[in-house]
Structures are given as structure tokens and as C-alpha cells.
């Protein structure tokens, strides 16, 4: 398995013979150089959405079109694209699992907001979301955009994930200090990945605070475009 972040909340996850880019924002990305927009998204087999804000979907139909890669997330924004974009999709809702040749993907619930641009000003389409991904023997629990929610004590006992890809930014999200407490209260994590922290200086810049809070799990602060192999 291997997690390659692609800046904010965006990651190339290889896993189970799959390539999923996870909320794919690349032009205008602060922290994915142009010339690396290529080796993040070439041999994609799917897109996962957790929700519809820009910072995550920016590039979404344009990869979709391009790559001719089915676009996976929750069934109201699916919809959406399928009608108006004419793209493919699978489109499932909260509590529901997915079988990406191999790779189960289930969705979970997320507590923050979606919105999605249109010619008439901001649509509100679906709900936001975070999934477990399980293959390869391992269970990731991306949280998507989200505070802390009693809800993952439930997500804990049913799926048992072992890799945390978690926001921890603050402002728009839960922070450092939010997202240990998370992984510590309801959690039994292994790895720990933080995400949606450093592209605006409004976000939090380091995630010492999140190891440290978190004593015998390893926290890996990822660098853009580098593999994290697990």
C-alpha cells in the first residue's frame, strides 16, 4: 500500500491493485507544483469525493473526463455530475459499502458543510461524508472535512481501522489539538496521517502537537508527493 499525499486534503492512495485519488485538487493547489500534476494523477481507477467545496473537487471532472475513471461519493452530488456532466459515477449514501474491484469502501458520516459552485451562485448537493477503505488486510478511516463526533466510537467498532488519514487544520476543521483527542478517545490507530493543515497560513503548520498528543501511535507529517509505504 501506498499513500501519497498531493497537498491539503488531496492523496493518491495505491491500494489492492486500485489507484484512488481522494478529493482531488491540483491547479491551484499552493502545495502540488504544476509539473507534478501528471505523476499524481496518472494511472487513477477511481475518484472519491468526500464533499463538494472547491478545495476538493476542483479538479474532479476534469480528471474524470480526461482519465475516463468512475467518480465515487455520495448519491445527491453523483446525481448531480451524471446529469449535468455527463460523467460516470457511483453514487451510494452513509452507512452503504462499495466494492472497488476488490478495495471496500464504506461511508461514514462527517459533520461540517458542502456546497458546490454553479452558474446561479453556491448549490448545496448531498451531504459531506468520510469513508473506511479496507484491502490489502488494513482499514483507513479518511475523516474528510469534520470536527470531533461521538459517532466515531461506532465507526471504531465496526470497521477497526488501523490508519487514520485525519484533518487537523483548524479554522474550517478540527485542529491538532481536536484530531488527537479524536484518535485517542475513540480510536486505536497504528498510523496516523494529518491532512487539510499548511496550504493557508490561517491553518495550523506543524503537527508536533498531534505526536505528541499521541504516544505509541506513529504520526507521519507527510511531504507532498512522497510515498508513504504501510
Not at 448549490?123 to 488494513?138: D, P
Not at 474528510?144 to 471504531?156: H, I, K, S
Not at 474550517?172 to 484518535?183: G, H, S, V
Amino acid at each position: 500500500m501506498r499513500i501519497i499525499w498531493l497537498g491539503h486534503s488531496s492523496f493518491r492512495i495505491e491500494i489492492g491493485g486500485q489507484v484512488i485519488l481522494l478529493d482531488p485538487w491540483l491547479n491551484g493547489n499552493p502545495m502540488l507544483a504544476e509539473d507534478q500534476h501528471d505523476a499524481a494523477s496518472t494511472g487513477a481507477t477511481h475518484i472519491l469525493v468526500t464533499h463538494a467545496h472547491f478545495d476538493h473537487v476542483a479538479d474532479v471532472l476534469p480528471l474524470a473526463k480526461r482519465l475516463g475513471v468512475p467518480v465515487v461519493g455520495q448519491y445527491d452530488l453523483m446525481s448531480f455530475w451524471a446529469e449535468k456532466e455527463g460523467i460516470e459515477t457511483t453514487g451510494f449514501n452513509k452507512g452503504g459499502t462499495v466494492d472497488l474491484g476488490g478495495v471496500k469502501v464504506t461511508m461514514v458520516h462527517a459533520t461540517h458543510s458542502t456546497s458546490i459552485a454553479t452558474p446561479d451562485g453556491p448549490q448545496v448537493t448531498g451531504s459531506e461524508c468520510g469513508y473506511m477503505i479496507a484491502g490489502e488486510g488494513r482499514v483507513i478511516y479518511v475523516s474528510g472535512d469534520t470536527d470531533v463526533m461521538a459517532d466515531m466510537g461506532v465507526f471504531n467498532d465496526l470497521h477497526h481501522p488501523d490508519i487514520g488519514i485525519l484533518c487537523a487544520g483548524g479554522y474550517f476543521t478540527m485542529d491538532m489539538a481536536r484530531a488527537a483527542y479524536a484518535a485517542r478517545t475513540f480510536f486505536d490507530f497504528k498510523v496516523v496521517i494529518p491532512c487539510h493543515y499548511r496550504t493557508f497560513p490561517v491553518m495550523e503548520q506543524s503537527a508536533a502537537a498531534l505526536a505528541e498528543a499521541l504516544p505509541g501511535v506513529e504520526v507521519i507529517e507527510p511531504e507532498v508527493m512522497a510515498a508513504i509505504e504501510l
